[in-house]
């Protein structure tokens, strides 16, 4: 039986779940990886896996040892991974056209939409924005 994918969840949200700058947001972001791993209801691309090993290793700092980043990744690869092929960038340029986003910020909600799943947590992109079918969630927000 397959699990229904609930969201796809943007890099800066893992990064938060690793991450000690920011205790509050760490808490909420690690219960969510969490509940990932438990329960097998989030969504990622192999953008995110790879923004997310730069940014652990060269942006944090403290970096994460390399060894340790790795080993993230690999558990993430439980979780269903949407691959970035040609068709997901070129609609992703697509989008970024349509809204006036970045490439970057498109490909995560293609991403979410060959998921196929309607939500993604992001803390960077526009919380309550519906993008072509896709809605944001900043899961750092108060419930409103």
């Known amino acids: 039986m397959s699990v229904e ?4 969840i943007d890099t800066n949200v ?5 991450a000690l700058q920011d205790p ?4 909420v972001a690690a219960r969510l990886m969490k509940r990932g791993f438990e329960e097998g209801c989030f969504a990622i691309s192999t953008q995110v896996l790879l923004e997310l090993i ?12 390399g060894s340790d980043a790795l080993r993230l990744i690999r558990a993430l690869r439980t979780w269903r991974v949407v691959p970035a092929d040609s068709q ?34 992001s803390e960077d992109l526009n919380h ?8 944001v969630r900043n899961p750092f927000r108060p419930l409103e």
């Open 14 to 18: 893992l990064v938060h779940a690793v």
């Open 24 to 27: 509050s947001k760490h808490r």
């Open 5 to 8: 994918i609930e969201a796809f």
């Open 88 to 121: 997901l960038v070129e609609d992703a340029i697509v989008l970024s056209r349509r809204y006036g986003l970045s490439l970057w910020d498109a490909a995560i909600l293609e991403g979410a939409r060959r998921t196929p799943c309607s939500l993604v947590l």
């Open 54 to 65: 730069a940014t652990l290793t060269r942006k944090l700092s403290p970096p994460m040892d």
């Open 128 to 135: 309550g924005q519906d993008y072509a079918g896709v809605k």
